[in-house]
């Protein structure tokens, strides 16, 4: 088990960036995948960006080019680095490791 918590969301304008953060409770050096998911009104949870171990990284083909997903083990964080965002980014965003989920930290993409 590992406690996650989430921070950096917030109001931002088109084409602006925000970088997420997620923070283990523990040490993430051994966990294989961490991911970013994110949940819209009315939508489903869905898959971001995931990131494993050896820090190969995946992402949902709406943000491919556009966000980065990092880790640094010696921190216990994994990061989103979002940029050129939309308002369809617009959404609370939700880091995931070991089956236990972050409560979320909301981005607001709107002029």
């Known amino acids: 088990q590992v406690q996650l918590v989430e921070s950096g969301g917030g109001l931002v304008q088109p084409g602006g960036s925000l970088r997420l953060s997620c923070v283990a409770s523990r040490s993430i050096f051994s966990i294989a995948v961490m991911g970013w998911y994110r949940q819209a009104p009315g939508k489903e949870r869905e898959l971001v960006a995931d990131i494993t171990k050896t820090g190969f990284a995946s992402y949902a083909d709406s943000v491919k080019g556009r966000f980065t997903i990092s880790r640094d083990n010696a921190k216990n964080t994994v990061y989103l680095q979002m940029n050129s965002l939309k308002p369809e980014d617009t959404a609370v965003y939700y880091c995931?490791?070991?089956?236990?989920w972050g409560q979320g930290t909301q981005v607001t993409v709107s002029s």
């Open positions: 995931k490791a070991c089956g236990s």
